[in-house]
């Protein structure tokens, strides 16, 4: 099984208020579909962000791969 770090949008406000939760998802499960284990928020209308590092890194040791948003995210922190 193929495991990916990527986000899970929560928020459905049409007015451009966007929220997202990072999430590990099995490879071929949709955005919203099932996940695995949530690991933290993003929120791209106030830039603020916050991601569990202990379980971020227990999951990349075991071989999930990070989306390029998360990646990027990962940085910032």
């Not at 459905?12 to 284990?37: A, C, M, S, Y």
């Amino acid at each position: 099984m193929a495991v990916h770090v990527r986000l899970r949008r929560i928020g459905k406000n049409p007015k451009g208020r966007p929220h997202f939760r990072i999430t590990v998802f099995d490879q071929r499960t949709g955005r919203d579909g099932r996940l695995i284990e949530e690991i933290g928020f993003y929120c791209p209308v106030t830039g603020e962000s916050k991601i569990k590092r202990e379980r971020l890194e227990y999951w990349v040791k075991n071989g999930a791969q990070l989306s390029a948003t998360v990646k990027s995210l990962t940085k910032k922190i």
